[in-house]
């Protein structure tokens, strides 16, 4: 007899990471990453661990060396210019 599904683990490790690229139009509220420590919030993005846009805009990242030797990389958002 054979198991139907996954488990909760494969389900959590499948669906971790990044969900926007650089250069990307977002809103406000749109899930940047998920689960993950490697990126960290930068300009206009809210959370720790799920990164959320806290404004509409265009996403970008750059990374900075932290005073323990290793670089992080930061997720910002460009705010969009506004309309008349």
């Known amino acids: 007899m054979s198991r139907v599904g996954g488990t909760t683990k494969k389900y959590y490790k499948e669906t971790a990471g990044i969900k926007v690229s650089g250069g990307q139009r977002v809103t406000a509220g749109t ?3 998920r689960q ?3 990126w ?3 300009r206009n993005v809210l959370g720790r661990t799920h990164l959320n ?3 509409d805009g265009e996403v970008y990242f750059t990374r900075k060396r932290e005073p323990n030797g290793k670089s ?3 997720v910002h958002i460009r705010p969009e210019k506004a309309k008349k």
């Open 53 to 55: 846009a806290a404004i």
């Open 36 to 38: 993950g420590t490697r």
């Open 40 to 42: 960290k919030a930068g």
């Open 31 to 33: 899930v940047l990453t």
């Open 72 to 74: 992080g990389t930061y």
